[in-house]
């Protein structure tokens, strides 16, 4: 049982950085692989990045590669997103999920999920 709640969304202009975190309870954190996903209306969810259970492997989506960093606290069970040089298409409410592994780290696949944060990027 995980429970994971995002914050550090926010409005930015074209250009700029955001860092999202990602908090997960219980004890159970370092079992999982962690990652990014994100949703604009009338769009899919989409996957954005993921980290394996130590933080040694990361994967990323080619929109986002060289611009967005995935890492891990496992000591402050948290996640982090760092995102520079954003993009008006990055604007998007961003989710955090929990899975057994980076493989399953698919959106029907995924067992835990947090609330979401929103993230605007203006011209």
């Known amino acids: 049982q995980v429970q994971l709640v995002e914050s550090g969304g926010g409005l930015v202009q074209a250009g700029g950085s955001l860092r999202l975190s990602c908090a997960a309870s219980?004890?159970?954190?370092?079992?999982?692989?962690m990652g990014w996903f994100r949703q604009t209306p009338g769009k899919e969810r989409e996957f954005v990045a993921t980290?394996?259970?130590?933080?040694?492997?990361?994967y990323y989506s080619d929109s986002v590669k060289g611009r967005f960093t995935i890492s891990r606290d496992n000591a402050k069970n948290t996640v982090y997103l760092q995102m520079n040089s954003l993009k008006p298409e990055d604007t998007a409410v961003y989710y955090c999920?929990?899975?057994?592994?980076?493989?399953?780290?698919?959106?029907?696949?995924?067992?835990?999920w947090g609330q979401g944060t929103q993230v605007t990027v203006s011209l």
């Open positions: 219980g004890r159970t954190f370092t079992n999982y692989a």
């Open positions: 999920a929990a899975s057994g592994t980076m493989r399953t780290m698919r959106i029907d696949s995924v067992p835990y």
């Open positions: 980290i394996n259970w130590s933080g040694s492997i990361t």
